[in-house]
């Protein structure tokens, strides 16, 4: 649908070229019935020049082109108005135009928002110890913990302080759903304080998005999803679930960041030889899951009671992320694929399939 667009914006753009052609005797156009002055040929050309790199700039992937597109816009139909009769149906593929340039401009706000949001947890991230994890470092913790960061390969390497991911889900947004929705997804995590900044696409259908974004920062959490980054079908947070919910989802996410399981504000408890719950507290919010570990010491379930929403109404369901790959990325060994699982009265409700395509550790800057 993109080049589709890009097309019509191309095409459009080199249509006002009739106008400049007309103006300056340098070709025959009968279709034109009106005269048009010099100076109203130049403003054909120059609508063209602009809708023609708007187009050119789309196709680069300049984030900018609907500012072109929008100028553009406005000026053709200015045109279009004075020379109503010869042009009068340039107005529809204007307005085609410009309500998808103003939809761009909204995305473009929204990842503006998102850069600094990423920007603030990386640049408020406290530096850890940096000399390389030991053995005698990690006996503290419970013999499956010890044994699941040995695993992972950990010892001998310094402390994990951020860490940026590249994933692709597939999504179901209600348990009724039949169909999955294809989405891909980044996301940055900084470890001291503990802080996540997670944005998503998701195709819904063809040409149709919705694009959203889940950050935990400050204790605070926050979940909104705008379709065309414009209309907002969820929006929720900061709020006492919605904070513990975001809370819990970091604590899981250790298993992407493991040695955060050093973290003073985490606690571990030993539930059996293949189980430990951690409970991590900032301030006055808390929140606790339970890791279980296969025979290969690796982190196979996460599972925790977590607000699905929030509001009076609001409980804890029991939400279960259960890992089905491990990868080794940057030396590190971390869960490469995985479902998320709602365990609800009505049933189970799988609601995400992941995969890591990409995982690095301590990015020294935000890459948006």
Same mark, same amino acid.
């Given at each position: 649908m993109k080049v589709i667009f890009m097309i019509i914006l191309l095409i459009h753009g080199l249509i006002h070229l009739l106008g400049f052609l007309k103006a300056f005797l340098l070709a025959e156009l009968n279709e034109i019935t009106n005269p048009v002055s010099k100076p109203m040929g130049l403003l054909w050309l120059l609508a063209a020049l602009i809708l023609v790199l708007a187009a050119a700039l789309m196709f680069f992937k300049n984030p900018l082109w609907w500012l072109f597109a929008i100028i553009g816009v406005l000026i053709s139909q200015v045109l279009i108005i004075v020379f109503w009769k010869d042009s009068l149906y340039g107005t529809i593929p204007n307005i085609l135009i410009l309500t998808v340039a103003l939809a761009a401009f909204a995305h473009y706000g929204f990842e503006k928002k998102i850069r600094k949001e990423v920007t603030y947890i990386l640049e408020n991230s406290k530096e850890e110890l940096s000399s390389p994890i030991t053995k005698q470092e990690i006996s503290q913790l419970p013999e499956s913990v010890q044994t699941w960061l040995n695993a992972a390969g950990v010892i001998g390497k310094p402390r994990i302080q951020s860490v940026f991911m590249k994933q692709n889900y597939q999504i179901k947004l209600k348990p009724e759903q039949k169909d999955w929705y294809t989405t891909v997804a980044e996301q940055y995590s900084t470890i001291s304080p503990p802080a996540f900044v997670w944005k998503a696409e998701i195709e819904m259908m063809p040409a149709i998005s919705a694009f959203g974004r889940d950050k935990f920062i400050g204790g605070e959490g926050e979940m909104v999803f705008k379709?065309? *980054? %414009?209309? *907002?079908? $969820?929006?929720?947070? +900061?709020? +006492?679930?919605?904070?513990?919910?975001? @809370?819990?989802?970091?604590?899981?996410?250790? %298993? &992407?960041? +493991?040695? $955060? $399981? @050093? /973290? =003073? =504000?985490?606690? &571990?408890?030993? @539930?059996? =030889? /293949? *189980?430990a719950k951690a409970t991590l507290t900032l301030g006055g919010l808390s929140g606790s899951g339970i890791f279980s570990f296969g025979k290969d010491g690796h982190v196979r379930i996460f599972s925790a009671l977590r607000y699905q929403g929030s509001g009076p109404e609001a409980k804890r369901s029991e939400w279960t992320v259960n890992v089905t790959s491990t990868k080794e990325f940057d030396g590190i060994k971390v869960p490469a694929s995985g479902e998320v699982t709602w365990k609800l009265d009505s049933g189970d409700w799988t609601w995400a399939k992941f995969e890591i395509v990409a995982c690095n550790f301590n990015p020294k800057k935000s890459g948006y």
């Open positions: 379709l065309f *980054s %414009v209309f *907002s079908v $969820a929006n929720d947070g +900061p709020n +006492p679930q919605i904070n513990e919910a975001a @809370l819990q989802r970091f604590l899981g996410e250790i %298993v &992407w960041y +493991p040695t $955060a $399981a @050093l /973290h =003073d =504000d985490i606690t &571990w408890k030993e @539930l059996g =030889d /293949h *189980s």
